[in-house]
Every structure is written in C-alpha cells, then in structure tokens.
C-alpha cells in the first residue's frame, strides 16, 4: 500500500538575533536555493517570503522527511551557502529554533499571499509581534524569554 499525506507547512525560521541582514535584492538568490533543498528531498515548495530578518516557506513533504531534519537541512546548508558566496556580508547564523504551523488546502492560497506579501506586511508588524500572533493563532504555548 502506499503512502498519502496532505499536510501543508508554514514555517518560519529568523537570523541570529533576528538581526536584519537579508538584503532585499539578494532574496530571490536564497529563496531559490531553498527552493532547491525542499525539491531534492522530494517536497513542493509553494510559497516563501520574508524580511531582512527571517523567512517563510509554505511546502508539504515528503511522507519519508521529516520536519526537523528538513529545516536543519535547510537553515545548515544556507548558512554553508551564504558564507561561502559572501551573499548576504552581515549574516552570522540562523537563530536556534523555528516555527512551523500546519494549514488546511483551503487556505493554501490565502497563506501563499500573506508569505509574498511580507515586506508590505511587515511595514505594520515587527517580526516578534508576527511570531507571537502565529503563535497565538495556532494556540502554542511559549516562552516570553525568546522575545527578549
């Protein structure tokens, strides 16, 4: 019998102390390298967006992969990427940890737009303020010491 899923990931992970050393132009270089990442291990990667200081990617997975090993796939070999290219000068490591919030098919379109639409979004919400309402949202408890 085969395998079958429909689990659709939003996650987001941000820079070391979310310091906001993404620089606009050079986004689109990342986000195809992730892009890449998520094809090989066999996912489809919808969405991704972000800031100068973090990133969203909505993408479903493999059935064999699971979440953690891909986004320390993916935060490891960026980071590898970046220094080594020198695409983003400031960059110094992705921060610990990451947010990752399941959706349902029919929202699919809807959380697509709000990960392309960062920059014009976060003109009116700080990257903290975004995490703690996803958090809150999807009603996961965390600890106020990693806002600080």
């Not at 429909?6 to 070391?16: A, D, G």
């Not at 891909?70 to 610990?96: C, H, M």
Request: hydrophobic share 35%; proline share 3%; aromatic share 12%.
């Amino acid at each position: 019998m085969s395998t079958y899923t429909q689990i659709l990931y939003h996650i987001v992970f941000s820079t070391k102390n979310r310091e906001p050393v993404l620089e606009k132009q050079k986004l689109g270089e990342l986000y195809r390298y992730i892009g890449d990442i998520v094809q090989k291990r066999d996912g489809h990667l919808y969405g991704i967006g972000g800031a100068a200081d973090h990133v969203h990617l909505l993408c479903s997975l493999h059935p064999a992969v699971a979440l953690a090993d891909l986004v320390k796939e993916i935060k490891t070999a960026t980071s590898s990427w970046i220094k080594s290219e020198n695409i983003f000068p400031d960059f110094g490591y992705w921060q610990s940890g990451y947010g990752a919030f399941t959706c349902s098919p029919d929202a699919k379109e809807h959380v697509v737009q709000y990960i392309m639409n960062q920059e014009r979004h976060h003109e009116t919400e700080s990257s903290p303020d975004e995490l703690r309402r996803l958090l809150a949202e999807s009603g996961i408890e965390y600890d106020v010491e990693y806002f600080e």
